[in-house]
């Protein structure tokens, strides 16, 4: 005995209840989710450190350019290194792990300039601002030490500002519309079984 496309439909059609049912249990439950997790607030600041050669007499001041950029990827290394990260966090007038120091801060450099931007982020706007001045401080003093050739930094303007960014929270209006998706795809699946095991003993009772 075949269960067919129309057999499906029918089934469907007849526990229509279960799937509406399913998908309002499932969206209150995504609903409840969402309202009840926390909404996680942090601060970011950045500060800017200029990497360049001094310019004055070279009679090719482009292929510099080119060339103190092309460096600027190993720059971001030198601030990862691990005896960086240790001073940070002995210059630190708060307390954080190596391990939330690196995940704190990011290290880049905007396009078509010869900076370096630290970016940190923290609980609180002084636990942003204070890290993002800190890390560009070491930085400053400890990466000639690791690459003698490296052109001494300047420190631009300190980090005295912060933006607030938010993460963590989950959209209330997404998760109660998956949640109703998820509610209507389990129970339709959940009546597809069970439609082939009736059919399927149907079948074996008559033969």
């Given amino acids: 005995m075949e269960f067919t496309f129309m057999d499906l439909m029918k089934r469907f059609w007849k ?4 799937i509406v049912l399913a998908m309002v249990v499932f969206a ?4 409840t989710y969402a309202k009840s997790a926390k909404t996680i607030t942090n601060y970011s600041a950045t500060r800017l450190v200029l990497v360049a050669k001094n310019n004055t007499g ?21 601030g990862q290194d691990d005896s960086i990260v240790s001073e940070v966090q002995n210059e630190l007038p708060y307390k954080l792990t190596k ?10 450099s905007p396009s078509d300039t ?10 609180t706007p002084y636990k942003a601002k204070t890290l993002a001045n800190v890390y560009a401080d070491v930085f400053s003093t400890q990466a000639p030490k690791l690459y003698p050739d490296m052109q001494a930094p300047e420190l631009l303007a300190k980090a005295s500002g912060s933006d607030v ?8 209006k997404k998760l109660t519309v998956f949640g109703a998706i998820a ?25």
């Avoid at 209150?28 to 609903?31: E, I, K, V």
């Avoid at 391990?99 to 880049?108: F, K, R, V």
């Avoid at 900076?115 to 940190?120: E, G, H, Q, V």
């Fill in 15 to 18: 526990y229509s209840w279960t």
């Fill in 28 to 31: 209150a439950a995504g609903l």
């Fill in 58 to 78: 070279v009679k090719d001041p482009n292929s510099r350019f080119s060339a103190d950029k092309s460096l600027l990827a190993t720059y971001q290394k030198l």
């Fill in 99 to 108: 391990q939330e120091i690196i995940s704190a801060i990011t290290i880049d």
């Fill in 114 to 123: 010869l900076m370096l931007s630290f970016k940190a982020m923290g609980s």
């Fill in 165 to 172: 960014t938010r993460s963590g929270m989950k959209s209330t």
């Fill in 183 to 207: 509610g209507m795809v389990v129970s339709m699946f959940i009546i597809l079984l069970t439609g082939i095991r009736r059919n399927y003993l149907l079948a074996k009772k008559q033969g």
